[in-house]
């Protein structure tokens, strides 16, 4: 059974910085793209940062310059860096991953989500 387990929200003031982990545990063979995902309350859920195997990185515009996503591959986990955090970017967090159990084909799986609020 592979779980993902997250950590490192709570609760910021503007202009400060989180760290979020993600570390998947359970029997596989293989990790490919790692994820994060945020869904604030009445929006749908949207991606903020992928990253793939060989650690090409992407972002949604609106955190570009002020998130940054890694992994670790030997702990076969991800961190995402929140830092200048604003309002808006209160959400619950979540972390995704596409995992290949036996090297035949993979399939996406989901963290628990996380709680970010930014606010005075």
């Known amino acids: 059974q592979v779980q993902l387990v997250e950590s490192g929200g709570g609760l910021v003031q503007p202009g400060g910085s989180l760290r979020l982990s993600c570390a998947a545990s359970g029997r596989f063979f293989r990790i490919d793209d790692m994820n994060w995902y945020r869904q604030a309350p009445g929006k749908e859920r949207e991606l903020v940062a992928g990253?793939?195997?060989?650690?090409?990185?992407n972002y949604v515009d609106s955190v570009k310059g002020r998130f940054t996503i890694s992994r670790d591959n030997a702990k076969n986990t991800q961190y995402l860096e929140l830092n200048n955090l604003k309002p808006e970017d209160t959400a619950v967090y979540y972390c995704n991953a596409i995992i290949s159990i036996l090297g035949l084909r993979f399939e996406s799986y989901w963290g628990q989500g996380t709680q970010v609020t930014v606010s005075s």
């Open positions: 990253i793939t195997s060989s650690g090409k990185t």
